[in-house]
């Protein structure tokens, strides 16, 4: 996997301007950049042009600004604004306020696309170093503020770069540029305080390092490790949403290697993390973790991220295959080893539910096999789960083409339902 373009230094440049006057509000450094404005979505653009017309600040901001300084595709474009959400609202006439815990607008244009505008907003306990530490836990986070305080609110820097469309500037607070160039991941402010206020966060910082190919910087990395503990305390769903992003992010493995030799593993999936301390057979399950891991990531290069429901199963495939080995009635096998996990980690129903039919079909499936369950919702993430298996086994997939190839001659729409259906929580019994 290559590492991410560099942010090219001839582009950026600081722009010297008169410093604000210190009582008034911290100026950020400006940076004049030459970004690929044919990559930002011209609704975006259109939004940020009219809020700044109307007097309004307006800035996109967060995850698309560092992915287009990184050169890479943004998965979706944030914009933060100065306005309030009903002046927002009055701005432009298809669209709604959403959100009761933080209040954002949706901008709806056409083909269903949604743009989100938020109001600047800041951090709600500013001043809680040193302080115990279940007091940090942010448990309201809807005060509104200006732009450096919603700069400041962030959790990384290269997360807190805001883009001026119409000066083409860089706003940068918080060493968010320095940061990319030298390519790792840093808090904004003291790590174990960031990470006690939104455990959450100790998992963005694994995604982002593993995703980007960046380091992290050694306060960073201690402070993941003394607060991993911490991740108990933070919303289940939240959580579970966060792995999956991992999971889909194209670096799974790299990902899940950082989560477990900084213990966070251990926290979360205990199941994984003792597969992999007592393992140092070339085949054994501790081995098969890291290929299937592999596996995800070459098949989201090829095709995207994959179904989630393959997603958990796949992750969670070597303890799942030990849990059946020898069982008569796997898929009641499957269930009592989710319990838990449904529990700690609020796996929805529906995946439970999904992987456990999943898991009950494997073996025919591995073996070229597949009869009513061909048709099926979950036969081609069958597949891919009995391929993936195969892989990690160091074994041929071959019988699983096979039967891919079968079932497509045999009905070629199947394939095309299989890529854009949701999976109905519940199917035809297996
Ligand atoms: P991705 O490419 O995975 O979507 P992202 O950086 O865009 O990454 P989002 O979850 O979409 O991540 O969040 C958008 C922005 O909101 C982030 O860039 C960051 O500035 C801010 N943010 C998100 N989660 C947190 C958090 N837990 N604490 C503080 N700021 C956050
Ligand atoms: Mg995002």
Avoid at 212 to 221: A, S
Avoid at 354 to 377: C, E, K, N, Y
Wanted: net charge neutral.
């Amino acid at each position: 996997m290559g590492r991410p373009t560099p942010v090219p230094e001839s582009d950026v440049s600081p722009v010297l301007r008169e410093p604000a006057p210190a009582d008034v509000v911290p100026a950020p450094v400006r940076y004049e950049v030459t970004l690929d404005e044919s990559v930002i979505d011209p609704d975006v653009q259109k939004v940020l042009r009219r809020l700044v017309r109307r007097g309004y600040e307006a800035y996109a901001v967060g995850g698309c600004v560092r992915d287009l300084l990184l050169g890479r595709h943004p998965k979706d474009f944030d914009v933060a604004t100065s306005a309030r959400p009903e002046e927002v609202r009055e701005l432009f006439r298809n669209s709604r306020i959403i959100g009761r815990r933080f209040r954002l607008v949706h901008v709806l244009f056409q083909g269903g696309k949604v743009i989100e505008v938020a109001t600047f907003r800041k951090n709600p306990n500013p001043d809680t170093e040193g302080e115990e530490n279940s007091e940090l836990l942010i448990r309201s986070d809807n005060v509104f503020g200006e732009a450096h305080e919603d700069a400041m609110r962030r959790d990384f820097t290269m997360n807190a770069l805001f883009y001026d469309l119409e000066a083409r500037e860089i706003l940068d607070w918080v060493g968010g540029m320095d940061d990319l160039r030298r390519s790792v991941v840093h808090t904004i402010g003291d790590p174990e305080t960031r990470f006690r206020e939104d455990p959450v966060r100790i998992l963005r910082a694994l995604k982002f390092a593993g995703r980007l190919g960046f380091g992290m910087t050694p306060d960073v990395y201690d402070a993941i490790v003394a607060c991993r503990e911490a991740l108990q305390l933070a919303a289940r769903p939240r959580v579970a949403e966060e792995i999956l992003r991992l999971l889909r992010g194209g670096a799974a493995r790299r990902t899940i290697y950082l989560a477990w030799e900084t213990g966070v593993l251990d926290v979360l999936l205990p199941e994984l993390s003792a597969l992999l301390y007592d393992d140092d057979a070339p085949d054994g399950p501790g081995r098969r973790l890291w290929r299937t891991l592999a596996y995800i990531d070459e098949r989201t290069a090829e095709e995207g991220p994959l179904d989630d429901t393959v997603l958990w199963t796949l992750l969670l495939l070597e303890p799942l295959k030990e849990a059946c080995e020898g069982a008569r009635d796997r898929a009641a096998m499957v269930a009592d080893f989710l319990e838990p996990l449904v529990d700690r980690l609020a796996v929805s129903r529906r995946y439970a539910d999904g992987i456990r039919r999943i898991m009950s079909i494997l073996p025919r499936v591995a073996q070229g096999r597949a009869g009513r369950f061909a048709r099926t919702d979950l036969f081609f993430p069958a597949l891919t789960v009995a391929a993936a298996s195969l892989v990690a086994e160091g074994k041929s997939t071959e019988p699983i083409e096979r039967l891919r190839q079968a079932v497509i001659a045999q009905d070629p729409r199947s394939f095309g339902q299989y890529r854009s259906k949701p999976y109905p929580s519940r199917g035809s019994r297996v």
